[in-house]
T-cell receptor, first 112, second 109 residues
C-alpha cells in the first residue's frame, strides 16, 4: 500500500531535549516536505526536498533541521525544542512526474 | 512568500446544496493545489491545477493564474464533505507550497 509514515504519532517532551520525527515513503517519490499546522495559521512549510541531498528552507525553518540521505526518508530534527514548537507536524511526498501529493498521518508534539 | 487568502473562512450547508470556495494569491505561481482535511485530520490532495478547469465527480476547480485566483466548486454536498479546504500555490515548481488558512465547511443532514 502506497503510504507516508511518521513516527512517533504523539510526543511530549521538555524544552531543550533533542528529538527526531521520522518520515518514510514507499513510493519512490523525489519530492518530500515537512509542514506544521497551528490553529488559525493553516499549514506552513518548514523544509522541502527535491531529491537526495537536496533540501531547501520553507516558510518557517528556524529551529528545525532536516536531512535527505536516502530517497525514502526525510527526518525532521529539533535540536533544542522550545514551547513555541508545540504543533501538529505533517510530512508529505510527491513524485516529480505526477500531481498527487501524499500526506502522512501527522505527529502531535507538545513541548513543555 | 506568497500571501494566500481564502474565503469564506466558515461555511455551513444543508446536505445537497452547492458551494463555491475562493482562493486569492498575491503573486504569480507555478502551480496550485487544493486539499481537503477531514475531521480526523487526514489531508487529501483534491486537485493540482495551475490553470484551467478540472473536474472530479462532484468537485471541480478553476484557476485563473493571470488574475491570481482559484475556485473550488462542490455540488450536491454530502456530510462527508465536511472538513477544512486548503488551497496551496507553489511559486517555484519544486513543491514549495504556501497554504491559505482554509475554509471550514460543515454539511448538515
Amino acid at each position: 500500500e502506497a503510504q507516508v509514515t511518521q513516527n512517533p504519532r504523539y510526543l511530549i517532551t521538555v524544552t531543550g531535549k533533542k528529538l527526531t520525527v521520522t518520515c518514510s515513503q514507499n513510493m519512490n517519490h523525489e519530492y518530500m516536505s515537512w509542514y506544521r499546522q497551528d490553529p488559525g495559521l493553516g499549514l506552513r512549510q518548514i523544509y522541502y526536498s527535491m531529491n537526495v541531498e537536496v533540501t531547501d528552507k520553507g516558510d518557517v525553518p528556524e529551529g528545525y533541521k532536516v536531512s535527505r540521505k536516502e530517497k525514502r526518508n526525510f527526518p525532521l530534527i529539533l535540536e533544542s525544542p522550545s514551547p513555541n514548537q508545540t504543533s501538529l507536524y505533517f510530512c508529505a511526498s510527491r513524485s516529480r512526474l505526477q500531481e498527487t501529493q501524499y500526506f502522512g498521518p501527522g505527529t502531535r508534539l507538545l513541548v513543555l | 512568500g506568497i500571501q494566500v487568502e481564502q474565503s469564506p473562512p466558515d461555511l455551513i450547508l444543508q446536505e445537497g446544496a452547492n458551494s463555491t470556495l475562493r482562493c486569492n494569491f498575491s503573486d504569480s505561481v507555478n502551480n496550485l493545489q487544493w486539499f481537503h482535511q477531514n475531521p480526523w485530520g487526514q489531508l487529501i490532495n483534491l486537485f493540482y491545477i495551475p490553470s484551467g478547469t478540472k473536474q472530479n465527480g462532484r468537485l471541480s476547480a478553476t484557476t485563473v493564474a493571470t488574475e491570481r485566483y482559484s475556485l473550488l466548486y462542490i455540488s450536491s454536498s454530502q456530510t462527508t464533505d465536511s472538513g477544512v479546504y486548503f488551497c496551496a500555490p507553489d511559486q517555484t515548481g519544486a513543491n514549495n507550497l504556501f497554504f491559505g488558512t482554509g475554509t471550514r465547511l460543515t454539511v448538515i443532514p
